[in-house]
């Protein structure tokens, strides 16, 4: 979508109020959040001042996020004390972060965590640690806290003018498309089911234990939407709902993500359905994470200079609350931030980093969050799902954060809109200087993009919206582009080298709670057996 459509769009909405002879209700008043991206881009012209102050640790790391607080989640539980976590933003999660209101909790990015299969063994332990999974964290089918289990209705799909359950597209759909739908899925049971010789599932979760088999590696180089067509597939259902799926996870459409990882969307869990949720979405996670590390975590800490030596690396930061730079000296280091920061803030980056770097596509996301004086209506009477899905919407619908309140009497709620753009990219869609890019990112703009789309289900919207909050984030997740899962660009920051280890999910090439977890407690065992430290693994 360009730019020009966009805002066109928008006007339009408005004109078309006009023209029905009756005025729209002002905008709702609201704010707009997001990265600290003023601060952030200060790496591209570093004017920082000289550091004042040197500390000493053994651990270090950079980046508050799911992979960060994972690392320091798994030193802490390990016994080890002496690390610092740094972490730009005023709070950690990254985006697994939460806003509230009189109203709600709500969540900022990410909403719900699948049951996680018995390959993402850290994520259960942290589950089981949390009280969420009782019992055995590595049974087959774990017993879940029902407070966290997603309600019925769990999710719905609105169509044509219509809701219906689920997400699959099957009011009015010939039985010819059914047929293929049946297909799909047979072959995505298969998958789930099948194993290599060594015993590896084709797709796992953590993405690094999936099978090595070179017939499905071979799937990275070619898109979903080109696997859909070599296929056979013809269903617009079908092609409709893999998009969503690949824009849903990944913030790419179905033509720009790998054939692999739409793949693994589908077939990487035991295929249950079940998520774990809450009126916050995934803060209870990284707050949960968070607690490990009370103490030991830095908000507010840019770190602009990173150079490693023979034993110690020296990392300088910015504490711009103080407008001062500090120097920290750590003996290991865990880089949990995104990886397209690595050239900004090393001092002499390896070649085979940047290599890896180079290509790497962010998508841009942006939430809304609308505050109703009661729940929106459908049109036949239902309750609203968790799930709200919009099938004709270049957004991912909506959920509803007040969902596992069981409240039947009606009341005010939050409602979380999520739009990946996975028509641009960062560079497109963030904001330079007073051009017309700067209006996508003005809180006016989305805020009417979010009413304007749910004003087709629910053309009283916006007499019911108090408040609108928009965040956006402009290098939200990585995107799995074919060829970058497996075409060995990962591989150096798979292994890591002596002195430092990478945990950010931009290691695995996709963004999900799982990978960051993984890789920020894969990065903690591999520091602590460095440093002689005993520890039982939870991987």
């Not at 180089?221 to 696997?227: A, G, P, T």
């Not at 309140?405 to 409602?415: E, K």
């Amino acid at each position: 979508m360009r730019r020009r459509d966009f805002l066109a769009g928008v006007s339009a909405t408005g004109l078309l109020a006009a023209c029905g002879g009756k005025s729209a209700p002002p905008l709702p008043p609201g704010t707009l959040s997001g990265a600290n991206d003023s601060l952030g881009h200060r790496l591209r012209k570093p004017d920082f001042p000289a550091p004042n102050k040197t500390r000493r640790v053994a651990v270090a790391i950079v980046g508050g996020g799911i992979g960060g607080l994972s690392a320091a989640w798994k030193l802490a539980r390990s016994g080890v004390e002496d690390f610092l976590l740094l972490e730009m933003e005023g709070e950690a999660g990254g985006n697994s972060r939460a806003g509230t209101n009189a109203v709600s909790a709500y969540p900022l990015g990410a909403h719900y965590l699948p049951l996680p299969p018995r390959e993402a063994r850290a994520t259960r332990q942290l589950l089981a640690e949390l009280g969420v999974l009782q019992g055995d964290p590595d049974a087959a089918h774990p017993v879940y806290d029902e407070r966290y289990l997603c309600h019925a209705p769990q999710e719905r799909l609105y169509a044509n003018g219509y809701w219906q359950e689920g997400v699959w597209p099957t009011l009015g759909v010939a039985a010819a498309q059914r047929a293929q739908y049946v297909r799909f899925q047979d072959f995505v049971a298969e998958l789930r089911q099948r194993r290599d010789a060594s015993g590896r599932r084709a797709f796992a979760l953590p993405l690094a234990l999936s099978s090595r088999d070179p017939a499905l590696l071979a799937l990275d180089r070619i898109s979903m939407l080109d696997w859909l067509l070599r296929e056979g597939y013809t269903a617009p259902g079908l092609f409709w709902l893999v998009d969503y799926a690949c824009r849903d996870d990944y913030g790419s459409s179905a033509a720009q993500t790998s054939a692999w990882a739409g793949l693994h969307y589908f077939a990487c869990r035991d295929g249950e359905g079940q998520v774990l949720t809450a009126p916050e979405g995934n803060a209870w996670l990284a707050r949960g994470l968070a607690r490990a590390a009370a103490g030991r975590v830095h908000t507010g800490a840019l770190v602009f200079r990173v150079e490693q030596g023979r034993k110690e690396t020296v990392i300088d930061l910015y504490l711009a609350a103080e407008n001062r730079s500090i120097r920290v000296v750590a003996r290991e280091l865990i880089w949990a931030a995104p990886l397209f920061l690595i050239p900004h803030v090393f001092v002499a980056p390896r070649p085979e980093w940047l290599a890896a770097i180079q290509g790497a596509e962010y998508a841009p996301w942006v939430v809304a969050n609308l505050t109703l004086t009661a729940a929106p209506q459908t049109r036949a009477g239902q309750p609203l799902a968790w799930d709200n899905v919009l099938h004709d919407s270049a957004a991912l619908g909506y959920v509803v954060a007040t969902h596992q309140q069981l409240r039947y009497a009606p009341g005010p709620t939050v409602i979380t809109w999520y739009r990946a753009l996975h028509e641009a990219s960062p560079s497109s869609a963030l904001p330079s200087g007073r051009h017309q890019g700067r209006v996508l990112w003005e809180r006016e703009a989305w805020a009417e993009a979010a009413l304007a789309d749910l004003s087709r289900p629910h053309p009283e919207i916006r007499e019911l919206a108090t408040r609108i909050d928009v965040h956006r984030y402009g290098h939200a997740m990585i995107r799995p582009l074919p060829g970058r899962l497996w075409g060995g660009s990962r591989d150096g920051f798979e292994t890591g080298r002596p002195g430092i280890q990478f945990a950010h999910a931009d290691v695995s090439g996709i963004s999900l709670f799982e990978e960051a977890n993984y890789r920020g407690v894969l990065a903690a065992e591999r520091t602590m057996a460095r440093l002689g430290l005993h520890y039982a693994s939870s991987l």
